[in-house]
């Protein structure tokens, strides 16, 4: 143990690492250069008439793709051990050579190389990719990332009786900034690896989006082929929700601990073993693309189709499960913190406002999210051991047989919950920042504390509203109307706090006001669209068209895409201590929140007009092209709104003018800690002696430091 | 640019910079997290159950398979003991007896190897596969039920296979539990692991106490042939 650990710590190991690294890179460079070669070259001097013999260039292009290929390999090799360390390039490969990304991305292709490096010795000639042998690779190669990336060595310390210290601070003879690129256990680097992570798989969603987009502008096939369309919106599905459950993730892990005057989470090695599992979940929702023919299935993964179609699917729905792996395992972490980890007089309903939402979706997360795995696990079960849960075929007579329906039940017991999931922080946001922006209290503190988990409890009544129409029981129908209407009274008392908190107060308009102003309206749009969904009659005719998706995406904008730009902008100056450029802020607003009504009243207009959602062309007689055009146009806007979020965020966090302290004058303890924040949030202690929305109130104060005895 | 300042003095290493929380407090959240994590398990298991319930059904009502009672029983009743043994064993740390701690935890790992042995090799019928295709004998009286059984296959490997997997965790945390108690790492005051080993080994054992009825007992039995 003792010596692995050494090892891989030598400059050696570093090497090999870097070796590996510049293989794997030299190997695509070369494979672009081949069909470059093959495309362009070759038939380019044949039309030029040039005629060379035999294989002669041919062999001219191997030998100069190996000798690039060596090049890069040795110059990586040698970097490693600090060779070319003048140089950007030898800098480059010694430091990726030092990340857990690097090491658990190598990691995770070596122990699928070797699951199926073996599955070809049992196997022998008829080798093929089959449903058994990819998801055993897919599941190894989730343990050899952790096991490489470093996330599990203390755990397995522990089992062999050794004692480990937490470690605080950059890794031993690294620069601090390498902190964010390796296993750090300080909630306040792991919410920023979220949120990077979080904003890098929104823009990989978000290009899919754009080109399926483009192909709905108009009637008939232009981009792309009508299996990789069905590939591009399954993938944009479950990768957006992939990047909203990061982004939760980065609000949660910043916040909740200072938010409450911790020093950190309670359990700092689960965290970080949360986020970087979702890293190679990720990673295997991103390969289902390219393995067989992509997947097709949507992101809900149905039966039948999900039982017998792509090996593709069987990625998807592994990097899904580990994704909720995670997802458990952080939401856990949050209610511990928050139960055991409080300041002394931070009761309960002293909190501030967003730790209330993210215990709420943590309740969810970490129940509901159990049986959505069920549900994955017995596709995965069904293809790879024959286990027919959902295979209705025959067996003998007596024999019950499996049922598609089961999917959707357990499914939608998660899935449905699950959205509150990804609202109810962003709702925590709009509610945290209201009152900083109107310098009032927060309107009905209780009230808004307890619809949070009104949201969450009432959320668990409701999923067979998204089987209506699917031959579930008719006498189900109604009660599953009424519960769901029954939602709208928690969402009720939200959006009358907000009015209640902007009413009469000192309203000033910065960037994360507009946004939060923004969210209010995009998800009033989404809530008034819920409810028309919810009655039988009317869902009958919207099931499976565009409303449907103009629904849901005004809830997810309105409830998290809009708070988390706003979470962004209003807490850059505290992450940072540097301010965003104000008018790039206004202009991004300005594009997002008149593009997104577009879009999302666009989606809804065509819906009513017979256009079906997860359909790769349409009838030019259903009279939509003109608003399928609007909807391309208000995309494109939209992501261009957020390019320019990117490029003020980026641009002023290494050179804009340092912010004040505590810039929106919030009582909040994050702001009242300094900036940036210690590795321990606080210098000395803190203590809770008043509420935390008293603005405006005189010699209100809401938390003080304890003096240190000996002060 | 850096999100958190760094300490470089000493002055972070007095006690309002706590690095480790203080035992008593690390216990709490010890105990919370792994309550919470045994509550978040009942979905998984409650998944299964429903889909159990959901499934083995006919026109005439609930039904299951017919399976060999006998082992079923005495595996149950095993699993069950060994419960008695693990309780033994918490006692005993508390106690200070390394030693009784010991031959307890042993006994526990014994009878849940039982167990588990009994449900791959009897109930899941290996056994019989082994002895078929080598002997050409025929041990026990009900052909046992196979993955491609329709719904009974499905659920019962799928619940007896996730339970089974819950098992294999115990055993192994039990013999983590044993190789650290030999170095001492557990006192009358300090045993966290040995608590957690024993919370999450009756939880399993629970958790059976609802898939036994479930597979071996509600429901009209069916016999068929494949
Ligand atoms: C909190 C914010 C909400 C979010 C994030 C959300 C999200 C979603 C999503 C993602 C879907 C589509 C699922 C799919 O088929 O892929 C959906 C459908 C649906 N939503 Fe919402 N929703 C929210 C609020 C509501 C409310 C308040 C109601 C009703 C009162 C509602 C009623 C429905 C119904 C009935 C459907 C199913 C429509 C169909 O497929 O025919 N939703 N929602
Ligand atoms: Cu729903």
Redesign the pocket.
Known sequence: MKAILTFTRSRFARALVAGALGLIVAAILVAILNSAHTTWVTPGLEALGVQLPGQLLDLAFWAVAILILLAIVVTAFLSGFGMFHSRRMGRFWYYAAGTALVWGVLGQALTVAIVLFISYLTMGSDFRLTDGNVALAAIFSVIGFLLFSGVLTDWIQWIFGHKTELHHGAPEGEPEWMRYFSVDVNHKVIGIQYAVTSVLVLLVGGTLAIVFRLELSAPGMQLITENTYNTFFSAH?IIMIASILLGVGAMVNYLVPVMIGASDMAFPRLNAFSFWVSIPAALLIVSAMFVDTGFDT???GYPPLSTVGSLGIILFLLGFYFNGFASIASAINVLVTVGVMRAKGMALFRMPIFVWTAISASIIQFTATQTVGVALTMVVAQRALGLGFFDPTPVAAGVPVGQPLLYQQLFWFYSHPV??V??LPGLGVISELLPVFSRKPLFGYKWVALSSLGIALVGFLVWA??M?VSGMDDSLRIPFMIS??F??IP?GVKFFSWLGTLWGGKIIYPTPMLFVLGAISVFLI??LT??I??TVPT?MH???SYW?VG??HA??FG?FIFPFFAALYYWFPKITGRMYNERLGKLHFWLMVPGFWVMSLGQMRIGLMGMRRRIANYDPALGVEGTQILITIAALVIAWSVLIMLYNLVSSARSAELAPENPWESRSPEWVAPTPLPEFNFDRPIEVVGDPYDYGLADSKYIQTIPAAGD | MSAVTTHHDDHAHDDTHAHELPYGQQLRANRLGLWLFLFSEVFLFVGLFAARFYLWRDASGVVRPELDQVAGLIATSVLLISSYFMVRAEVAVQHGEQKKMHNSLIMTFVMGSLFLLSVIFIEWGVLDLILDNMFGVTLFAHEAIKPGDGAFGAVFYGMTGMHALHVISGLVLILIILANGHKGAFTEERHWGVEACAVYWHYVDVVWIFFYPALYLIGTAVTYHT
Do not use: I, N, Q, S
Request: charge should be negative; glycine fraction near 22%; proline fraction near 3%.
């Open positions: 599905g949507g992101w809900v959205v509150y990804f609202v509203h998204h209506f769901t209407m939602v709208g969402t989404g809530g819920g409810p969904l919810a869902d919207l099931h499976d449907v629904h849901f809830t997810m409830g």
